[in-house]
């Protein structure tokens, strides 16, 4: 099966931007629906966007015109591009990929996004 490894991560003042990164490896991450995921210290995770294998997309109502999801298949990567953080943006954020956007059950490991105020 596929497997996922997060990157991009990191500090961030308020404002700015990350690109994250999930690279598929073991399959082809098009023939999946990818989600990208956050859990914040003390808070239970939270769906933040997903793409489908036919590209539709998914935001969350917190990120929509700050985030884009996008899936570069020559690359085989699903990227997260995170404008306009803010500091309630920190958190794990972590890829997850499925057969379909309600079945998203093989993840990465996550990688950990700050935002200092």
């Known amino acids: 099966q596929v497997q996922l490894v997060e990157s991009g991560g990191g500090l961030v003042q308020a404002g700015g931007s990350l690109r994250l990164s999930c690279a598929a490896s073991?399959?082809?991450?098009?023939?999946?629906?990818t989600g990208w995921f956050r859990q914040a210290p003390g808070k239970g995770r939270e769906r933040v966007a997903h793409?489908?294998?036919?590209?539709?997309?998914y935001y969350a109502d917190f990120v929509k015109g700050r985030f884009g999801i996008s899936r570069d298949n020559a690359k085989n990567t699903v990227y997260l591009q995170m404008n306009s953080l803010q500091p309630e943006d920190t958190a794990i954020y972590s890829c997850?990929?499925?057969?379909?956007?309600?079945?998203?059950?093989?993840w990465g490991q996550g990688t950990q996004v700050t935002v200092s105020s």
């Open positions: 997850a990929a499925g057969p379909n956007y309600a079945s998203l059950t093989i």
């Open positions: 073991g399959r082809t991450i098009s023939n999946y629906a």
């Open positions: 793409i489908t294998r036919t590209g539709s997309i």
